[in-house]
Structures are given as structure tokens and as C-alpha cells.
């Protein structure tokens, strides 16, 4: 994700507000927040769920009760979605 200029440090913390959220969310495996040191307003995030399902549910929650509310005014544009299916290593069960 890309937040408006000089807002990236702000869409962190509230992408770890949505984190913490997801803490209790069925089938959420790890939702981590990610910053680069070369790119101020980029931020990152890397989840792993434990089927479609479980993610799909998690983007139909309401924004406001996952937290997401306070995060979109911070954004650039629309985030970027990369999919990937993990095949394994250590920290996936």
C-alpha cells in the first residue's frame, strides 16, 4: 500500500490497529505490517490464512469493526494484491 506523502508512518500504525483485529479472526495464520527503509510511504502487508474461506470472511467483516475505516483516507490509490500459495517452511503449520 502507498499512503498520501508523509503519511506512511500513520498508515503503519493504524495497519497494526487492523492487525491486532485480526488476532481473533478464524483462519488468520499471521497478518504481519511491513515498512521498507527506502520507501517512506510504502507499507506492506503479508497475510497467511488458512483457506479462501477464512480470508474471504475477513474482507467481508465491515471496515469499521476490522479497522479499516481509519486507514483508507491515508492511501495513495488501491492497494496492490499480490497472491501467492505458500508451499512451506518454518513458521507455517
Not at 470472511?57 to 494484491?81: I, Q
Amino acid at each position: 500500500m502507498v499512503a498520501v506523502p508523509g503519511s506512511g508512518a500513520a498508515l503503519a500504525e493504524g495497519l497494526l490497529k487492523v492487525a491486532e483485529g485480526m488476532r481473533t479472526a478464524p483462519g488468520c495464520e499471521l497478518y504481519v505490517v511491513n515498512r521498507t527503509p527506502d520507501e517512506e510511504d510504502a507499507v506492506w502487508v503479508t497475510e497467511v490464512w488458512s483457506d479462501e474461506a477464512a480470508s474471504d470472511a475477513a474482507l467481508n467483516r465491515d471496515l469499521g469493526e476490522a479497522g479499516f475505516g481509519e486507514v483508507l483516507p491515508l492511501l495513495a490509490g488501491p492497494p496492490e494484491f499480490i497472491e501467492l500459495n505458500p508451499v512451506g517452511g518454518p513458521g507455517l503449520s
